[in-house]
């Protein structure tokens, strides 16, 4: 039987972690170059910011609709 709390908890991880990382993209003093389109659902920039910020790139084609 398919036990749901530890995937559950998994996944709330993930998002808290995947959340926390656009936050500090588009809030925090590393924001530079960084948008949000609202149409896509996604945070945009230009391929050389994705490349200098190390955590983003875990993000650059992940859409967050929650947002």
Known sequence: MLK???NLESRIRTLK???AIV?????????S????DEHR???IAEDVVWN???KGQ?????Q???L
């Open 17 to 19: 972690r995947d959340w």
């Open 33 to 36: 170059g960084f948008s949000w």
């Open 64 to 66: 967050f609709p929650l």
């Open 4 to 6: 749901a709390k530890p």
């Open 41 to 43: 659902q996604l945070v």
């Open 23 to 31: 936050y500090n993209i588009l809030s925090g003093k590393d924001n």
């Open 52 to 54: 200098s910020h190390k």
């Open 58 to 62: 875990s993000i650059q084609t992940s």
